[in-house]
């Protein structure tokens, strides 16, 4: 994976800022995140529940260890054929 460019930046305004900013500045972050990602899934083939969760997941955690994502799509696929599990929410933009 490809070094961020702007983490140097992000980290010079987060040493200098408070911890209330710090907080804002990560909520924001992750809300663009799951933007971001949500998007990639708008824009890729159509997916059954499951594998769009396993398509999020791997996006936003793509050092997740491959025996805990087979572990979660096992868990994901019996709870959604038990009618209990219908996809993640997506979040509001």
Avoid: C, N
């Avoid at 980290?11 to 500045?25: K, T």
């Avoid at 969760?53 to 260890?65: D, I």
């Amino acid at each position: 994976m490809k070094p961020d460019p702007g983490l140097d930046v992000l980290e010079g305004i987060l040493r200098d800022a408070g911890a209330d900013e710090r907080a804002r500045i990560g909520a924001e972050l992750r809300r663009r995140g799951f933007l971001l990602v949500w998007d990639q899934v708008d824009r890729a083939p159509a997916m059954t529940p499951v594998e769009e969760a396993m398509f999020v997941l791997g996006r936003l955690y793509p050092e997740m260890p491959e025996a805990h994502r087979v572990s979660l799509r096992r868990q994901l696929h019996a709870d959604h054929d038990a009618g209990t599990w219908h996809g993640f929410t997506r979040p509001e933009h």
